[in-house]
């Protein structure tokens, strides 16, 4: 049976900075309906070629979202429930699904669970969510030491070898789910045992066969994680920084490796392959020689996968992400109320629309296989392949043109001339063959 998400392209929308949230959250401050402006984006994404939304933290949180204090409250500086429900109702109507933003590795250090274990002592019913240190003899009023995310005092960690955590993780789930949602992206999958998620979404699935989720893995075993967790899929952290890395070092040795793992993957599950989102550096601002943004692009949507586009990345938006509080705040800008009010690079958006149209006209990419034709530090060629389907690509960082060995039916976006079996690629140009 075919699922949605297996040829889903996604719009990735960090809310909270789309909407110009305010940095910290004031609990004494009125709700902000805010969430009808991201509204206005999604005949934007709708055009753009999009199938699904998704979205950043949504949840109430302290700061950036990711520190949440409310796993079932909308986040007030959004809007509230009825604001989120019309974001969905609007999105389905537009034929977008949505995914949600689940932060379940921690919680920040204001939930009220965390206080109220922390007040409580040792004996407390809520002691048992966290990883808590007691001093001995430690009675109510005492305070414990914690485990964190990543050194982060402000994000406590939740001991997911509780019971009461999968329990609570699987009620936000479904919860949400029942709230019209399609799937999960699961912040910081890497932090939590993948028996964990093993054990939480067999119950979710049950009632929710058709929800799509994906892990936020950044390094190590992504096949090995996505079979012992059950998730659908991972982030594709390892092809990401192949693409902007090759390009930069005119090294396309790096980007054909890269493929080469990939195509591994491809034999057990579908990555979501990007080239932006939230956490890291805009491609726009990433790359040394920005006439190489095409090639970037076109790999991302020729390759197997579910491509994934962070908004304002279709506008050539530059932004650079730096270790320091606030770091995140160039990647994660406000947005207007329209589209048509965004400055920023039409030709940029011109091509995504080409290239996302050209993945929508040739499904089968999601699980295609890519191998090389061509190989040299900056001319790459590549076939893209599933049965009885065939595509090329072929990428040109050099100054001169590029002529490759390759049979081709046609040039289906980019540019190029055919010769028989040969294909010239203009200096710095690309082109997507039939």
Request: glycine share 12%; net charge negative.
């Amino acid at each position: 049976m075919t699922t949605w998400h297996e040829h889903a392209i996604f719009w990735h929308a960090y809310p909270l900075g789309l909407v110009g949230a305010e940095p910290v959250l004031d609990p004494a401050a009125p709700v902000a309906h805010r969430l009808p402006r991201l509204a206005g984006w999604l005949d934007h994404a709708v055009e753009l070629g999009a199938s699904a939304l998704l979205l950043g933290p949504v949840f109430t949180s302290h700061s950036h979202g990711y520190d949440t204090v409310d796993h079932f409250t909308i986040d007030p500086r959004l809007g509230d429930r009825g604001d989120f429900d019309a974001l969905v109702a609007a999105a389905h109507e537009r034929g977008l699904k949505v995914v949600l933003d689940g932060v379940f590795n921690h919680v920040g250090s204001r939930h009220p669970a965390f206080l109220r274990a922390v007040d409580g002592g040792p004996d407390h019913p809520e002691a048992g969510l966290f990883r808590l240190t007691w001093p001995e003899g430690a009675t109510a009023g005492t305070r414990p030491g914690y485990a964190t995310f990543e050194g982060h005092e402000g994000l406590v960690a939740l001991d997911h070898d509780a019971d009461a955590v999968a329990e609570l993780v699987e009620e936000v789930m479904r919860y949400w789910l029942r709230a019209g949602a399609d799937g999960w992206r699961l912040d910081a999958a890497y932090a939590v045992p993948p028996s964990f998620w093993a054990k939480v979404l067999p119950a979710v699935r049950a009632e929710f066969p058709e929800a799509y989720v994906v892990g936020e893995v950044i390094h190590g075993d992504y096949a090995g994680f996505v079979a012992a967790s059950g998730v659908d899929a991972v982030t594709q952290y390892e092809l990401w920084k192949a693409i902007w890395s090759s390009l930069n070092d005119r090294n396309l040795y790096e980007l054909d490796h890269a493929l080469g793992r990939h195509n591994a993957l491809l034999e057990t599950f579908a990555p979501m392959t990007f080239v932006g989102n939230h956490d890291v550096t805009r491609i726009a601002s990433r790359l040394s020689d920005r006439g190489h943004l095409p090639h970037a692009l076109v790999v991302l949507f020729t390759v197997g996968g579910a491509p994934s586009v962070y908004a304002g990345d279709e506008y050539a938006l530059e932004g650079v992400k730096e270790e320091r509080l606030g770091g995140d705040d160039a990647v994660r800008p406000a947005f207007p109320d329209v589209p048509g009010q965004l400055a920023g690079d039409l030709e940029v958006l011109r091509l995504h629309r080409e290239l996302i149209s050209l993945r929508r006209r040739h499904p089968w990419l999601h699980r295609a296989r890519t191998a090389p034709l061509e190989l040299s530090n900056e001319i790459l060629a590549y076939e893209v392949t599933a049965p009885g389907e065939r595509l090329v690509v072929v990428l040109n960082l050099g100054d001169g043109e590029a002529e490759v060995g390759a049979r081709a039916g046609g040039v289906l976006a980019g540019g190029a001339d055919l010769d028989g079996d040969r294909v010239r690629v203009p200096g710095h140009g690309w082109a997507v063959l039939g």
